[in-house]
T-cell receptor, first 115, second 114 residues
């Protein structure tokens, strides 16, 4: 079956603009998580959604937001872009299970460059 | 390809040798651990997992060891191949707000010399 699909794969924005990234999870996966990956900070958790509800959020400013739709597809938005927002944004989906079992399947990411 | 990390610790091994990648985790409440492999231009890919009530788990050519006393995790790759060259991340999972949350380590770059 198809994997996690992220669009766009690459984009360039300028400071102050906003950006929306899209993620289509694996069919049947109802949980979607987002991560930011940078050379300096590694993989950092942004947020996780299940059944259109944000369950957890990482330590990021309010400029970073997201949502999940009824078909489990998810979007994340970054407003008032800063140079430091340049990163690879990774989406991952999973079949939500109880505590202790959380195998995330990742997409290839959206590479954002802020000039 | 895309740069995953410019300042990652690097392990360089000869093809055919065994590799051991180490990871220290931080949260004693973590109940589940996963190793991921990330190749250039791709997202992280699941390798092997282990629950906190185990201390060893084996897969095909890979073994994960968990030492909860010192909060240490290791990934052993037998007979390392050029295709194993990638960045490897450990991740620890905690159950919070009725959901699982994975926190990743900084990563180790494995380079396999032919």
């Amino acid at each position: 079956k198809a994997g996690v699909t992220q669009t766009p794969r690459y984009l360039i924005k300028t400071r102050g603009q906003q950006v929306t990234l899209s993620c289509s999870p694996i069919s049947g996966h109802r949980s979607v998580s987002w991560y930011q990956q940078t050379p300096g900070q590694g993989l950092q958790f942004l947020f996780e959604y299940f059944s259109e509800t944000q369950r957890n959020k990482g330590n990021f400013p309010g400029r970073f937001s997201g949502r999940q739709f009824s078909n489990s597809r998810s979007e994340m938005n970054v407003s008032t872009l800063e140079l430091g927002d340049s990163a690879l944004y990774l989406c991952a989906s999973s079949i939500p299970r109880g505590p202790g079992a959380n195998v995330l399947t990742f997409g290839a990411g959206s590479r954002l460059t802020v000039l | 390809g895309e740069s995953v990390g410019l300042h990652l610790p690097t392990l360089s091994v000869q093809e055919g040798d065994n590799s051991i990648i180490n990871c220290a985790y931080s949260n004693s409440a973590s109940d589940y651990f996963i190793w991921y492999k990330q190749e250039s231009g791709k997202g992280p890919q699941f390798i092997i997992d282990i629950r906190s009530n185990m201390d060893k788990r084996q897969g095909q050519r890979v073994t994960v060891l968990l030492n909860k006393t010192v909060k240490h995790l290791s990934l052993q790759i037998a007979a390392t191949q050029p295709g194993d060259s990638a960045v490897y991340f450990c991740a620890e999972n905690i159950w919070v707000n009725a959901g699982n949350m994975l926190t990743f380590g900084g990563g180790t770059r494995l380079m396999v010399k032919p």
